[in-house]
């Protein structure tokens, strides 16, 4: 929690950036291959829910990632369903995980 409340703003334990965009830029080396999984997943107050990029990367060039925190962005992890707007903000509301995915290719060399 300690590294979200720097890169956020969070009161009483909310995530108070609803509308806000994460930002962040990634760049592994490996090889290429199409492996499609969940970017960022988000989870708190018993909602998980996550975020998948349609952009393909390619290994030694920088990828810059930027996902704005409203509902039509993300699916419910699980299920694939629908989020709502009391979904996202539930999960924003008290966040207990936040993980960016940092492997692109079973060869991964290494992720910056």
Do not use: C, W
């Not at 409203?70 to 008290?94: P, Q």
């Amino acid at each position: 929690m300690k590294m979200l409340k720097k890169i956020f703003f969070i009161k009483k334990k909310k995530l108070l950036a609803y509308g806000g965009f994460i930002r962040f830029t990634i760049e592994y080396d490996g090889g290429v291959e199409d492996f499609r999984s969940l970017d960022l997943r988000i989870s708190g107050n018993r909602i998980n829910i996550y975020y998948v990029s349609e952009e393909r990367m390619q290994p030694g060039r920088p990828y810059n990632v930027s996902i704005q925190l409203t509902e039509e962005n993300f699916k419910r992890y699980g299920d694939n369903g629908r989020v709502d707007r009391d979904h996202m903000l539930m999960a924003l509301t008290n966040i207990e995980l936040m993980m960016i995915k940092a492997k692109y290719v079973r060869n991964q060399e290494r992720v910056r």
